[in-house]
């Protein structure tokens, strides 16, 4: 799966959230990003060569919606920077972030009792 830009990335969390929408809809949403209609039609054109939306016409508006969902996105991600940030280990991960001290024990705690539970069902 390719890695989107922060632009791409800023317009798919809008698709993801809005579903099926149209260019107008999304800038609506980035309104306060004050992003250029011409700039944004790009970034949906770049998304839809990268197979992350698909589109099609009614009218003169071409709808786009998610051919990813966005859990799938987060997935396929977090797995490649655990691949090679963390040589594949998400013991790792987790202790980078008790290092940074980023993780506190109630947290961790928390994470050992999803386990857990995950575990049981």
């Known amino acids: 799966m390719h890695k989107l830009s922060p632009p791409e990335e800023q317009a798919m969390k809008v698709i993801w959230q809005l579903g099926e929408t149209h260019i107008r809809a999304i800038l609506d949403a980035l309104a306060g990003d004050q992003v250029p209609y011409t700039t944004l039609a790009s970034t949906i054109k770049n998304l839809e060569k990268k197979n992350f939306v698909s589109s099609r016409k009614i009218g003169n508006v071409s709808l786009y919606k998610p051919l990813i969902s966005e859990a799938e996105y987060k997935k396929a991600n ?44």
């Open 78 to 121: 977090l797995n490649q920077m655990v691949r090679d940030y963390f040589d594949n280990s998400y013991k790792d991960v987790v202790n980078f972030f008790v290092e940074q001290q980023a993780l506190s024990p109630k947290e961790l705690k928390e994470i050992i009792s999803l386990i857990e539970k995950g575990k049981k069902s």
